[in-house]
RNA sequence: GGGCCGGUAGUCGAGCCAGGACCAAGACGGCGGCCUGCGGAGCCGCAAAUCGUGGGUUCGAAUCCCACCCGGCCCGCCA
């Protein structure tokens, strides 16, 4: 909690923050007392870090454990010294948002925070910032980078790779909030294998144009052609391993391979039957099919004119394809960069030879290696890049033998060029390139780049395995993301008939697609980046509690409030709301400053859904209780309504950080 | 062999970084209740957890340290 109580945002609402401030300030002012006259010497100790949330509100709002730490010192029970603490608390302080301080057993300090005005700090603030409140600015903006989902122009963006983009967006989103200066970066790898193949076949089929989603056609002539040259390079290296008799092991190995593959090929046949028989003649008719995708990679790095240009027609295909999808899920870019700019303009030879230059490279049969393990060693990495002693950190390729460069090389050298427009840089990628991540990093420094390495940030995404099973891009088993978006609005579409079929069939699908969009996003942001989660659909689809559809129902209902309502007016004070149930959620409202500002900070995006979806609880069972259109104390009706609107005010401002969409009816 | 990350009720999953009232949030599933007043995609209640295992540090450990076990991923002139 320590870094969330910042000095100098007194202009900005923070109603919980402000009393916590008040607690930790009441408490060192007492516990400065108790220096001066303790017979002990008591040294100075963070009061902030003793203050915690109580497991629940019989003990107040805040407590502190600092009489447990003292008790070591003075020799005395905590109990005593948290009664002496209490006492001292009270009469110093000039008390405005703490209602009281009570010394309990064992031995904590309990914070009571003065309801009455932390409704009305909180409603009034909420009432006059709207849209803005809760949105701490940081005292240190900073230019940030967020580089995500960057997936292969090959194929479809899959549900794996959506995990990226949704919570890149996400950590875009929370930063530019927090007052960062933000750009999301898409970063095209088109100078890769991949691309390349799906070019080959592309070019052999004449370039035709794509029925359907572009991405979609496009992605079924790359994993043809990719599965038919995978089996003729495994036939030639099989009967090769027979020729020489070298190991029997290596046989079975790719015996089993080619078996796999041959399987791949069959359902691919059933699946594309056109394409995959016509495909598969014309690469019989190719002698070296491996030496033209080889061809195509050489001369596009070369920036040959017919190469480049298709290259970048069948890549633009697909990322057509990409923005559509990603539009549709609310995912939007501010630059997309091209790999293959940074080999013609020239930055990866630069990088290399600054890298050689270094003397931390060496040449292995004609590839230039660079030895990460030393650089290390030398600099005194193991430290500051947090890498375990034992470690042997293994060398790495930055260039083949031909000449031409590797992704890490490339990815080193659009480090570079993103460090030239950013003060700090967040890659989100899979946890399966941490080790190339930290590579990325080391070679980053030694191009003295001391200082930046430390902003250099690597958000590792954990693996989603679908219904149980990896999914696998290159085998062609995977559910893309356009599936899940599509299947999420047609199963919300017929709840939706279901429950309002008295709204327009044309509104009903756009609430559909808005609580589908935001299904999909919150189930994914519900579970930690980090942390490698099963895709089931039934969660997805999951319309009840702790679901964005829960959230949605919430705002639906505030709607239905002022939709009976009609006129609305203000009330004269804040006063009467003393309910339990109302206080619940005011305090949960008071919260949301700090509750933003630290998933902002920490990166971390689930908090916010957590926070949501208690928010909406609260607010679920406030209007299972509190009764607001029919009441005939019009004072108390128009200040619950004064909290409802609170409520719907911190409802839109989480959807907006989240990237969910609020229907009003659904 | 080495490294990184995870391991919390039948299932999913917060809390761990900054140890404290933890007899551990929340959800799904199970069981039982609540609609003649703002939309039941809701609310109320019950049952369900050796916090992977074993040591250690501490007044206090789900949280810190050590060892081990299980699962995922990585250690390519692939990306």
């Given at each position: 909690?320590?870094?969330?109580?910042?000095?100098?945002?007194?202009?900005?609402?923070?109603?919980?923050?402000?009393?916590?401030?008040?607690?930790?300030?009441?408490?060192k002012?007492?516990?400065?007392?108790?220096?001066?006259?303790?017979?002990h010497?008591?040294?100075?100790?963070?009061?902030?870090?003793?203050?915690?949330?109580?497991?629940?509100?019989?003990?107040?709002?805040?407590?502190?454990?600092?009489?447990?730490?003292?008790?070591?010192?003075q020799?005395?029970?905590?109990?005593?010294?948290?009664k002496?603490?209490?006492?001292?608390?009270?009469?110093?302080?000039?008390?405005?948002?703490?209602?009281?301080?009570e010394?309990?057993?064992?031995?904590?300090?309990?914070?009571?925070?003065?309801?009455?005005?932390?409704?009305?700090?909180?409603?009034k603030?909420?009432?006059?910032?709207?849209?803005?409140?809760?949105?701490?600015?940081?005292?240190?903006?900073?230019?940030?980078?967020?580089e995500?989902?960057?997936?292969?122009?090959?194929?479809?963006?899959?549900?794996?790779?959506?995990?990226?983009?949704?919570?890149?967006?996400?950590?875009?989103?929370?930063?530019?909030?927090?007052?960062?200066?933000?750009?999301?970066?898409?970063?095209?790898?088109?100078?890769?294998?991949?691309?390349?193949?799906?070019?080959?076949?592309?070019?052999?089929?004449?370039?035709?144009?794509?029925?359907?989603?572009?991405?979609?056609?496009?992605?079924?002539?790359?994993?043809?052609?990719?599965?038919?040259?995978?089996?003729?390079?495994?036939?030639?290296?099989?009967?090769?391993?027979?020729?020489?008799?070298?190991?029997?092991?290596?046989?079975?190995?790719?015996?089993?391979?080619?078996?796999?593959?041959?399987?791949?090929?069959?359902?691919?046949?059933s699946?594309?039957?056109?394409?995959?028989?016509?495909?598969?003649?014309?690469?019989?008719?190719?002698?070296?099919?491996?030496?033209?995708?080889?061809?195509?990679?050489?001369?596009?790095?070369?920036?040959?004119?017919?190469?480049?240009?298709?290259m970048?027609?069948v890549?633009?295909?697909?990322?057509?394809?990409?923005?559509?999808?990603?539009?549709?899920?609310r995912?939007?870019?501010?630059q997309w960069?091209?790999?293959?700019d940074?080999?013609?303009?020239?930055?990866?030879?630069?990088?290399?030879?600054?890298?050689?230059?270094?003397?931390?490279?060496?040449?292995?049969?004609?590839?230039?290696?660079?030895?990460?393990?030393?650089?290390?060693?030398?600099?005194?990495?193991?430290?500051?890049?947090?890498?375990?002693?034992?470690?042997?950190?293994?060398?790495?390729?930055?260039?083949?033998?031909?000449?031409?460069?590797?992704?890490?090389?490339?990815?080193i050298?659009?480090?570079l060029?993103?460090?030239?427009?950013?003060?700090?840089?967040?890659?989100?990628?899979?946890?399966?390139?941490?080790?190339?991540?930290?590579?990325?990093?080391?070679a980053?420094?030694?191009?003295?780049?001391r200082?930046?390495?430390?902003?250099?940030?690597?958000?590792?995404?954990?693996?989603?395995?679908?219904?149980?099973?990896?999914?696998?891009?290159?085998?062609?088993r995977?559910?893309?993301?356009?599936?899940?978006?599509?299947?999420?609005?047609?199963?919300a579409?017929?709840?939706?008939?279901?429950?309002?079929?008295?709204i327009p069939?044309?509104?009903?699908?756009?609430?559909?697609?808005?609580?589908?969009?935001?299904?999909?996003?919150?189930?994914?942001?519900?579970?930690?980046?980090?942390k490698?989660?099963?895709f089931?659909?039934?969660?997805v689809?999951?319309?009840?509690?702790?679901?964005?559809?829960?959230?949605?129902?919430?705002?639906?209902?505030?709607?239905?409030?002022?939709?009976?309502?009609?006129?609305?007016?203000?009330?004269?004070?804040?006063?009467?709301?003393?309910?339990?149930?109302?206080?619940?959620?005011?305090?949960?409202?008071?919260?949301?400053?700090?509750?933003?500002?630290?998933?902002?900070?920490?990166?971390?995006?689930?908090?916010l859904?957590?926070?949501?979806n208690?928010?909406?609880?609260?607010?679920?069972?406030?209007?299972?209780?509190?009764?607001i259109?029919?009441l005939s104390?019009?004072?108390?009706?128009?200040?619950?309504?004064?909290?409802v609107?609170?409520?719907?005010?911190?409802?839109?401002?989480?959807?907006?950080?989240?990237?969910l969409?609020?229907?009003?009816?659904?």
């Open positions: 909690m320590a870094q969330t109580i910042g000095q100098g945002r007194q202009n900005q609402a923070d109603p919980f923050g402000s009393f916590r401030r008040e607690c930790v300030v009441a408490l002012t007492a516990y400065s007392s108790l220096q001066q006259t303790s017979e010497s008591l040294t100075d100790m963070s009061i902030e870090s003793t203050i915690e949330d109580p497991p629940n509100p019989t003990f107040g709002h805040l407590a502190s454990s600092l009489s447990f730490e003292l008790a070591r010192i020799k005395k029970k905590p109990i005593e010294i948290a002496t603490l209490a006492e001292i608390t009270r009469q110093l302080s000039k008390l405005n948002l703490i209602e009281s301080i010394a309990t057993e064992p031995g904590y300090i309990n914070f009571r925070a003065n309801l009455t005005k932390l409704t009305e700090l909180t409603l603030s909420i009432q006059q910032t709207g849209p803005n409140y809760g949105l701490l600015k940081t005292e240190a903006p900073e230019r940030t980078i967020v995500h989902t960057s997936a292969n122009p090959a194929r479809p963006i899959h549900i794996g790779t959506a995990k990226n983009s949704i919570f890149g967006d996400t950590l875009a989103r929370l930063l530019s909030a927090r007052g960062h200066i933000v750009r999301t970066h898409f970063y095209i790898d088109d100078t890769g294998r991949q691309v390349a193949i799906m070019a080959y076949g592309y070019k052999l089929l004449g370039e035709p144009t794509p029925v359907g989603k572009p991405d979609h056609y496009v992605g079924k002539i790359y994993s043809v052609t990719a599965t038919l040259i995978e089996i003729e390079e495994l036939k030639k290296r099989l009967t090769l391993l027979k020729k020489t008799n070298l190991s029997d092991m290596d046989i079975v190995a790719t015996t089993k391979s080619l078996d796999e593959w041959v399987g791949i090929a069959a359902d691919l046949r699946k594309y039957p056109a394409e995959f028989d016509q495909l598969g003649k014309l690469i019989s008719l190719d002698p070296d099919p491996e030496n033209s995708i080889r061809e195509l990679i050489r001369k596009y790095e070369k920036k040959d004119p017919a190469t480049t240009a298709l970048r027609r890549s633009r295909t697909v990322l057509i394809g990409f923005e559509e999808t990603l539009r549709k899920a995912i939007r870019f501010d960069d091209w790999e293959s940074l080999l013609w303009t020239g930055r990866v030879a630069e990088l290399l030879e600054r890298l050689k230059e270094s003397g931390f490279t060496f040449n292995k049969g004609g590839a230039l290696e660079l030895d990460v393990a030393k650089t290390v060693e030398k600099f005194g990495l193991r430290e500051k890049l947090n890498i375990s002693p034992t470690f042997e950190i293994p060398s790495l390729t930055l260039t083949r033998s031909d000449g031409t460069s590797l992704y890490a090389t490339r990815d050298a659009y480090t060029y993103k460090f030239e427009r950013a003060d700090r840089v967040i890659n989100v990628i899979g946890t399966e390139q941490s080790l190339a991540q930290l590579q990325v990093k080391t980053f420094w030694i191009t003295g780049h200082k930046e390495t430390e902003n250099f940030i690597y958000f590792p995404i954990g693996h989603l395995m679908l219904e149980g099973q990896r999914m696998s891009a290159r085998r062609g995977y559910v893309t993301f356009d599936q899940v978006l599509d299947e999420t609005i047609s199963r579409k017929s709840e939706v008939d279901k429950r309002s079929p008295n069939d044309e509104i009903r699908q756009r609430v559909a697609d808005r609580i589908a969009i935001s299904a999909v996003r919150y189930a994914i942001l519900s579970v930690e980046a980090i490698s989660t099963n089931v659909w039934d969660k689809l999951n319309f009840e509690a702790n679901s964005a559809a829960f959230i949605n129902y919430a705002y639906t209902r505030s709607s239905g409030i002022l939709r009976k309502l009609g006129k609305i007016s203000q009330p004269k004070e804040l006063n009467l709301l003393i309910d339990p149930g109302e206080q619940a959620l005011i305090l949960e409202l008071s919260k949301f400053p700090e509750t933003f500002s630290k998933a902002a900070d920490d990166l971390n995006p689930t908090l859904t957590l926070y949501v208690l928010l909406a609880q609260r607010f679920h069972e406030f209007y299972e209780k509190s009764d259109s029919h104390n019009n004072e108390l009706k128009w200040q619950r309504v004064e909290l609107l609170a409520v719907r005010t911190v409802l839109k401002t989480l959807a907006e950080l989240l990237g969409e609020l229907a009003e009816r659904m």
